[in-house]
Structures are given as C-alpha cells and as structure tokens.
C-alpha cells in the first residue's frame, strides 16, 4: 500500500484558506533546521549527558545520516519506528527521516513489543530505532523477536551504550551516524527526494479510547504551523534554553512549542534523561534551562523536592510549562511561590488542537484554567449529547477543526466515523465550559480513556486483555483517583469460577506474556459478582466508579 492510503487530508477549501492565510507555508520540517543553521551557524542546538552539537555541527550529521538511510535502501515514503529515549541521536534520527521524507512514527520508551509491533503492521515499517537496553528492559530482545515476525521489518537501527555486543542483526545507530566523514552532497538529495509540505511529516500516537492505538498523521504543513504559532505564544526566541524531561516523543516536549519549537528560532535544546527531580534540577541550573515542560504529578514532584532541597539554583527558569493532565489549582497556585518562575498551562492533543495560557494572563487565569486556542483559526464548538451548543459559559463535549487538527485517523475509517462529524470537526472527548475571558477549564471527558499521571491507557484496550486471561468472566477498567498520579488504572473483574481467586500480583504477571507497555497494567484489582448494567445493557463505568469509591471510604 501507498503512504498516502489511509490518511484523511483537509478539503480543498479549507487547505487552501490555511494557505492564503499563510498558516501552511509550503516549508519542510527539515527546512525549518537548515534556516535556523543559516542564521546561528555557531549556536549550541543541542546539548545531551554526552554530546553538545552546534547548529552546524548538528546539520551535518542529520545530512549525513539521511545520506546514509538512502544508501541502506530508504526512500521517500517509506516508515520508520523510533523508540529512542531523550538523546542527541532521536533529533538526527528524526530530521534525518524528514529530510528524505521517510515518515517516522513517534513511539515512547514505556511501549513494548505489542504495541511496537502494531505500528510497524499498521503502517509497513521498514525500519525500527531502538536503544539496545533502557531501565533494564532488553530493546534489542523485542526488535530482534519483532524483526522475525513482522514482514516489512528489515533495518534495526540500535543506539549502543557498550554493554554488549550488538546482534549481527542491527546497524549500530551512532556509528552509522558517525563513521567516516563523507561531505554529503546536500543538493541531491534536497531535489531529488524532499519531501513537499503537505505530505505526511511523522505519526503521533493517540492516547486512545479504542482497542488498538490510532496513529496520527501530521503533515509538514501542518505540525510546521503548531511549533511556530506555539513558539510565538510561548515567547520563545534565541535565547530560549529547553529542556526536555518529558519524553521526546510526545507532541508537548516536541513541538507546543518544544524541540522544534526552540530549534527554528535559534535556541538551544537540553535532553534530560528523566524527570526525576535531583536530576532534573541539577540540570536546569547547570544549563541554565530557561522553560520546560512537564505534567501535573511531575511538577508536584518537583515542588515537593524543592521545598524540602531548596540547593539548586533555578534563577534561570522562567516558565515551567504543565499539561497533559488536569492540575489542581492548589498545585498551579504554589509553582510561581516556590520555584520562581512563571506557570502556563498547556491542555494540547496529539490529534492537534492546542490551548495555552498567556504570560501575563492574571493569577486567576493561569491557574484555574486550561487556556485558549492558539491560532485564530482554531474552531472550537462545546455541545450538549444531541450535538447542539450549550449556552456560553456552560459545560459541554468540546469539538475543533483548524489548520493543525487532524481530520482522521491513519487507515482507521470506521473509528473516524465516531471521531468526526460529517463536517469534520472532532471530537475530543473532552467536556470543558469556556470562562468569560474565553477561557478553557477542562472539568472531564466522554472518552473512555485513563489519564495516568499524562499518560493515556485505553480502557478499552486494557479490556480486551483481561478477557484473555482464562477464568475472567467479565472485565471492565475503569480510573481511580490518586494523589501522585492523578488516575490509577482498576481492573474490575467478575470471576468463572470463583473457588480459584485472582490477586494483582497473580494478574499483573499473567499481565507479562501481553509485552505491553508497564503504565498500562493495573494497579488495582476489584472482584465483583456482578458488574452494574445501564438500561440498554452496557456495562455502567459511572455507577461502577461511584460504588467503588463509596465502599473504599
Ligand atoms: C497531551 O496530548 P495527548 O494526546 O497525550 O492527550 C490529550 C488529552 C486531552 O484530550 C485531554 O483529555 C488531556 O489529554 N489533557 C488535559 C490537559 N492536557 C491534555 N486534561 C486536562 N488539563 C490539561 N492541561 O496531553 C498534550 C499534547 C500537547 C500539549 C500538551 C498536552
């Protein structure tokens, strides 16, 4: 199959609105770089616990390995997975694809073999990217066991950190990057095989409220004009130093405004390995970090640390950027008091829409609200469950189009029946009321989904699992609160037979022989003898939350 079978495009009417407007400005992501070369040849572009590359220097290596690619047999159109974890190589890796218009699909290190798997079948990956261990998990493992059972799956490309021997089955990722010092002929392979703006840039992973994880398609045009708008409304400029602790691979650290956001302007991005918080602390006053960005649990973290460890020099912080998940105001209140720097928060979708608070929004906007949208051509809708606006100020499903959001699934038709209206809006399953300053506050969501701790678990997904376990009767998952993380995910489960019982730890290993990835699993486990019904005969999550949560108090 073709890349571009399966990917819903905007209409022709609104595709060329977004380009009079000069929303899609027909550049390539890869463009964006060598612009920023041009004009700070010399600047620090990247800085990792190894590595500090200028823009220059940076260039080089991604114009080399995308030389590279193409002699191992890549070619425009074809995809790639990459799993990396937060390093020098993912950005070369990464504009070395955009420069050839090999389309990456972007996975996070937590994913294992199941959901690997499933991205490189759904868009015929011809090449894996991987570390050859992390967090004493075996990469190297998964993609040789993956290579043998995918069919398209040919190149394994592997970051090697020097603690074993890499297979006879995978391309060292740093000395392919590395070896030799071959000028590259730029030209060439600029004319012959870039890619144009509207082709498909690179896939985001949605949090998912289906069985299987949907893939988004972004397009040069289209994730182009999410990092740049978001850079101007972040304030970003040449003097920004990101970090990034989340990881890179997400759309936040990515591009709202991120990585790409920093790198088209100039700036310098640090990778952090972790967001741990003496780590991650350290590594704001030694690089003199000025914004980063991270969710709700992260920064409760941070501020629990600082409190107590109050020895790091953060004077160079200005903006801690926090999304992904709700934040308590009690929480968003606290982050200008005890780390000095300014709070915006950031309610984004890897689907596209993004809403940031502003800089200098009053104390109350920023925190006790999500937002607004960052472009004037973001169409928002909140309606009620028959589709129709509720009155300004009231709560409702939020719907969007606009030149960044997505207007399908990749190769996903009968889902994006439900995800869009026939007039493509979508719907993001989440339920928000806009304030009078116009505002977003997020208050919950119709998508059945968990929101732990940033991340999104299917429950769904997590379902389908249970049922494979041979004496569950009946499953159902739903999300419990938590202090740290915010939701947990719960395993409700009616038992065949009720003389052999199960525990969590006896389900979280039955859990092991699904290779999914670990946020996933369930934390808790309630048996039940009967899981509660609506009227029309489907399993009632609400009830069921709200009798699990009355019997644990
Ligand atoms: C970000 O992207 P995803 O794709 O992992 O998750 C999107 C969903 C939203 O639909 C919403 O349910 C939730 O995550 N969410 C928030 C939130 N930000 C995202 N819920 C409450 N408050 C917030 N501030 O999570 C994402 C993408 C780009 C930038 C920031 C976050």
């Keep these: 199959m073709k890349l571009q079978d399966g990917f819903v495009g905007w209409p022709e009417l609104f595709a060329a609105k977004y380009r009079s407007e000069g929303c899609w400005n027909g550049g390539t992501l890869y463009a964006y770089l060598r612009d920023s070369q041009a004009r700070f040849p010399d600047t620090t572009a990247i800085v990792d616990d190894t590595v500090r590359l200028s823009y220059t220097e940076l260039l080089k290596l991604v114009d080399r390995l995308a030389q590279r690619l193409y002699e191992k047999g890549f070619r425009p159109q074809d995809t790639v997975v990459i799993q990396l974890p937060n390093c020098w190589e993912l950005v070369v890796f990464l504009f070395a694809c955009l420069r050839l218009g090999v389309v990456p699909v972007m996975a996070l290190p937590g994913h294992r073999a199941f959901e690997i798997g499933y991205f490189i079948n759904h868009v015929e990956a011809k090449g894996l990217a991987i570390p050859d261990t992390l967090r004493s998990f075996d990469h190297l493992g998964m993609g040789i066991e993956l290579k043998g059972r995918c069919p398209t799956l040919s190149t394994l490309f592997v970051l090697n950190s020097g603690q074993s021997e890499l297979d006879s089955e995978a391309t060292d990722l740093d000395q392919l990057i590395l070896a030799g010092d071959d000028i590259v002929d730029r030209q060439k392979l600029t004319i012959d095989l870039g890619p144009s703006s509207n082709e498909i840039a690179l896939f985001l992973l949605s949090g998912g409220t289906t069985g299987v994880p949907k893939l988004i398609p972004r397009t040069h045009d289209d ?57 991650a602390l350290s590594l704001i006053e030694k690089e003199g970090i000025t914004v980063t960005a991270v969710v709700p649990a992260i920064a409760q973290k941070w501020l629990e640390h600082f409190s107590s460890n109050p020895k790091y020099d953060l004077s160079s912080l200005q903006v801690l950027q926090v999304g992904g998940a709700r934040m308590a105001p009690e929480l968003a209140f606290k982050v200008g008091p005890v780390l000095g720097c300014k709070l915006q928060q950031v309610f984004g979708m890897a689907e596209g829409l993004l ?43 939020l719907l969007t189009r606009g030149p960044y959001t997505l207007r399908g699934y990749y190769r996903a038709p009968e889902h994006n029946q439900k995800a869009f209206t026939d007039d493509g809006w979508y719907r993001t399953g989440d339920v928000v009321r806009r304030d009078s300053s116009g505002s977003l506050v997020v208050l919950g969501r119709t998508k059945d989904l968990i929101n732990r701790a940033g991340e999104k678990i299917s429950a769904e997904e997590i379902e389908n699992l249970l049922y494979r376990i041979s004496n569950v009767e009946h499953a159902a998952v739903v999300s419990l609160p938590d202090a740290q993380k915010g939701e947990l995910v719960c395993a409700v489960i009616v038992l065949k037979d009720k003389s052999k019982s199960i525990t969590l730890d006896s389900l979280r290993s039955e859990f092991d022989r699904f290779e999914i990835a670990g946020y996933k699993y369930p934390e808790r486990l309630e048996l039940v003898d009967e899981l509660p019904l609506t009227n029309v005969g489907k399993i009632d999550k609400a009830k069921l939350k709200s009798d699990l949560l009355s019997s644990s108090n």
Excluded: K, W
């Excluded at 920093?262 to 003496?278: F, Q």
């Excluded at 607004?372 to 100020?393: K, L, N, T, Y």
């Design 355 to 397: 809403n940031y608070t502003d800089l200098d929004d009053p104390e109350e906007t920023i925190c006790e609200t999500q937002g607004r949208p960052m472009s004037p051509f973001d169409e928002i809708r909140i309606v009620d469950e028959q589709g129709a606006e509720v009155p300004e100020g009231e709560m409702g499903q």
């Design 223 to 279: 994730y182009g004009y999410n990092f740049r708008i978001s850079s101007q409304r972040c304030r970003f400029s040449a003097n920004t130093v990101y970090g990034t602790f989340l990881p890179a691979s997400h759309n936040f650290p990515l591009a709202c405004p991120g990585i790409l956001g920093t790198l088209h302007l100039g700036g310098t991005v640090v990778m952090g390995l972790s967001p741990e918080p003496s780590y």
